[in-house]
C-alpha cells in the first residue's frame, strides 16, 4: 500500500520553510500531493491561482528534484474532507497522512466533520517556531480520534506574514520572489530588491 503525504497550504507567499517541509515529505513518503488552499478561517491577501503558481515554482525549484513531489492543484478545497474525498478516488487503496503546521493545532477541532476527517487519515503535525506541540493539544486531538505523528525537522523560523510586511527576499526562494515581483502582489513588492534590477 502506497503511502501518501496530503500537504495543502494556504501560503501567501510559499517560502523556505514550505520547501523544507516538502523536501522532508518527499524523503519519507511515497508520494507528496500538494496544494493551495484557501482556509476558511484566515483571510488572504492573494488569490488562489497565483498561490498556486508560486508554489509550483517552489515545487520545481528544490533540487534535486523529487519524482514523488507534485503539485495536484485539483485536490484544493477550503474543506480538507473534501480534499481527502478527491484524494481517494485517485488513489483508492493508498494510505493517507495529512499534514498541518503546529500553528494549526487548537484550530483543527473546528474543522468541517473533523472526526470524520481524522477516520479517513493519519496526522502529522510539523513544527513551527512559536507553536509548541504540549501533550495536552495532542491528547486533545487524540480524544477526537487522531493518529498523531510529529515530525522530526528543523523549519527554518521565517513566515509568509513576515515577508508580506518586509519583503525580505532570504524568505522565498529565487523564482517565488520574481514572480511576486512580475506580478506585483504585495506591497512589499515596491521596494525592489538590488538582485532583481541586476539579475532580470
Not at 483571510?43 to 491561482?49: I, K, N, R, V, Y
Not at 473546528?110 to 487519515?121: C, G, K, P, S
Amino acid at each position: 500500500m502506497a503511502s501518501i503525504a496530503l500537504f495543502g497550504t494556504s501560503a501567501d507567499p510559499p517560502t523556505a520553510g514550505h520547501r523544507t517541509i516538502l523536501t522532508w515529505l518527499a524523503d519519507h513518503y511515497d508520494h507528496v500531493l500538494v496544494w493551495a488552499s484557501d482556509n476558511p478561517f484566515k483571510s488572504h491577501q492573494t488569490p488562489l491561482e497565483h498561490r498556486a503558481q508560486m508554489l509550483q515554482l517552489l515545487i520545481d525549484e528544490i533540487e534535486p528534484p523529487r519524482q514523488n513531489l507534485g503539485l495536484h492543484q485539483d485536490l484544493s478545497s477550503p474543506r480538507a474532507l473534501i480534499t481527502v474525498e478527491r484524494a481517494r478516488q485517485a488513489y483508492p487503496d493508498a494510505d493517507f497522512t495529512l499534514t498541518i503546521g503546529s500553528d494549526l493545532v487548537d484550530q483543527l477541532p473546528r474543522w468541517y466533520q473533523i472526526e470524520t476527517l481524522l477516520h479517513q487519515v493519519k496526522l502529522l503535525i510539523v513544527p513551527r517556531p512559536g507553536y509548541a506541540i504540549t501533550d495536552d493539544r495532542l491528547a486533545a486531538l487524540r480524544q477526537i480520534g487522531a493518529q498523531i505523528t510529529v515530525a522530526d525537522l528543523a523549519v527554518p523560523a521565517v513566515s509568509s506574514t513576515a515577508y508580506r510586511e518586509a519583503g525580505d527576499p532570504e524568505i522565498v526562494p529565487p523564482p517565488v520572489e520574481a514572480y511576486i515581483h512580475r506580478e506585483h502582489l504585495y506591497e512589499c513588492e515596491d521596494a525592489i530588491p538590488e538582485n532583481l534590477l541586476t539579475h532580470p
